[in-house]
């Protein structure tokens, strides 16, 4: 018989790039004869799968990695990878900040992970950060059968427009898109193995342009021609994207969003700021007045669609104006849902170190202010759902007897009783009750 099979832990932290790449990691290691465990006492593996974004992030890996010291004391054998942005950002650094570290893999290698882990077996510590030219992806096993109705699928990594604040550029590289063809083959096989729901991920997903397949002509894809063509796919009923950048929301994908029912009528734009003085000096290369018009376009296409979004206070040299010119923003456009940060200096950002430093307490400050706004925002989304008709893609159980939650067009949180209901059910539903984060319907008919 073979010989009893090893158990892999990874810890996934930031953004949803790196939760699709944890499960292509776990699928490669799948194939070297690794199990998902959720217990880190049971790991022979475990693997960190880092963000960089901002300093709270990557400082979390080195108290995470300090905690995994009982565990690598009790069983010598258990190794430690560092993966994700933190590992393409310090690299060997790495390995001299922490004892603990067996293997370095950044968030372009793991292709190489089955190799990378036999040498860490063999005694090495061995570091791998290239941008290699050829598709990580292509050297991944496929795809195993998903046991939930959703799943993310990237289209599209790392990002040009380097905005001031921003690592991404450096860490996840130059903007490289999939050609069309495989990301269709990948669709239809997660279809096959029960998906209805694909979110297309990339840093700027919307800066897509991928090989057209050449059984279609070939030629350049945009993002819009990719999301119709997926549209097309026999089984898949709904798509997301995310992240955008306001200026690559083109005319083809603001259409797409009034005319494709499978394309959902959500979306993450992220402004940042609304002061154009902020967002010149975040090398944003658009303006408040232009974003606002943006929306508009685009809710004339979709009166109906959600907008979120991400926001940054105590960028360096934002003044009470600037920051109260972000508040008028967001009370122009008002917002479904969003996310927002303190500005948080990273190395190697060109940002970091500029003059107009805004003092912590200030920033502090601004943030709770903007964060009870959009808070008021969302509540307001959400109570105006009471009484709409949605359709649920039901996910897994809810923790009342009887009770199942899944998802509305809108990427919300419903709760629903139901006999014949199961993850991968599409149903409509009424809403009855709205929380902040989540609602409350029963079935239609
Ligand atoms: N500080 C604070 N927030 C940041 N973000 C990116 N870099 C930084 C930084 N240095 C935020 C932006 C981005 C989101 C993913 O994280 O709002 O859209
Ligand atoms: Fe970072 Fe997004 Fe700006 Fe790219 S567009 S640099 S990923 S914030």
Redesign the pocket.
């Known amino acids: 018989m073979a010989e009893t099979t090893k158990k892999l832990h990874i810890k996934t932290y930031g953004c949803q790039m790196n939760v699709y790449d944890s499960e292509r990691m776990a699928e490669a290691m799948g194939a070297q004869g690794y199990e998902l465990t959720d217990d880190v006492g049971q790991a022979d593996m475990v693997l960190l799968n880092t963000c960089h974004i901002r300093e709270k992030a990557a400082e979390k890996v080195y108290s995470d990695l300090g905690r995994l010291r009982p565990f690598k004391e009790a069983k010598p054998d258990l190794k430690i990878g560092v993966a994700g942005c933190v590992a393409q950002a310090e690299g060997e650094e790495i390995l001299n900040r922490s004892d603990l570290v067996d293997l370095v893999v950044g968030s372009q290698s793991y292709h190489k992970l089955p190799e990378l882990v036999a040498r860490a077996r063999n005694g090495a510590r061995p570091v791998e950060t290239e941008f290699p030219a050829e598709d990580k992806f292509d050297h991944l096993p496929a795809r195993p059968r998903s046991s939930r109705p959703t799943a993310f699928l990237t289209v599209q990594e790392g990002?040009d427009?380097?905005?001031a604040f921003?690592v991404?550029?450096y860490t996840r590289g130059a903007e490289v898109s999939r050609p069309a063809g495989k990301i269709l083959d990948e669709a239809r096989a997660l279809v096959e193995k029960g998906v209805k729901e694909v979110t297309l991920l990339g840093?700027?997903v919307n800066a897509y342009h991928g090989a057209g397949p050449s059984d279609q002509g070939g030629g350049d894809w945009g993002l819009a021609r990719l999301a119709r063509a997926l549209a097309k796919v026999d089984g898949l009923e709904r798509i997301r994207y995310t992240?955008s950048?306001p200026n690559d929301m083109e005319d083809d994908l603001i259409a797409a969003h009034g005319d494709e029912p499978k394309l959902m009528p959500y979306l993450h734009l992220?402004v940042q700021s609304g002061s154009d003085r902020i967002l010149k000096a975040m090398n944003r290369k658009h303006t408040a007045e232009s974003y606002i018009r943006l929306i508009e376009r685009i809710r004339a296409a979709r009166p109906d669609l959600v907008l979120s979004g991400d926001f940054i206070v105590g960028f360096p040299g934002e003044t009470d104006q600037d920051f109260a010119d972000t508040m008028a923003l967001i009370r122009e456009v008002n917002y479904g849902m969003a996310y927002s940060f303190k500005y948080s200096p990273r190395p190697g950002t060109p940002a970091v170190g500029r003059e107009g430093a805004v003092p912590a307490e200030i920033a502090d400050a601004r943030l709770q202010q903007l964060q009870a706004l959009l808070t008021e925002q969302q509540r307001a989304c959400q109570n105006g759902m009471i009484g709409r008709e949605v359709s649920v893609l039901f996910e897994k159980k809810g923790r009342l007897e009887g009770q199942w939650v899944g998802k509305s067009d809108y990427l919300q949180a419903v709760h629903v009783r139901g006999d014949a209901l199961a993850p991968g059910v599409l149903a409509r539903v009424r809403i009855t009750g709205a929380s902040t984060n989540s609602l409350a319907g029963e079935l239609i008919g």
Do not use: D, G, M, R
Request: overall charge positive; glycine content about 0%; proline content about 17%.
């Open positions: 990002c427009k380097f905005c921003c991404v550029p840093q700027n992240t950048h992220p």
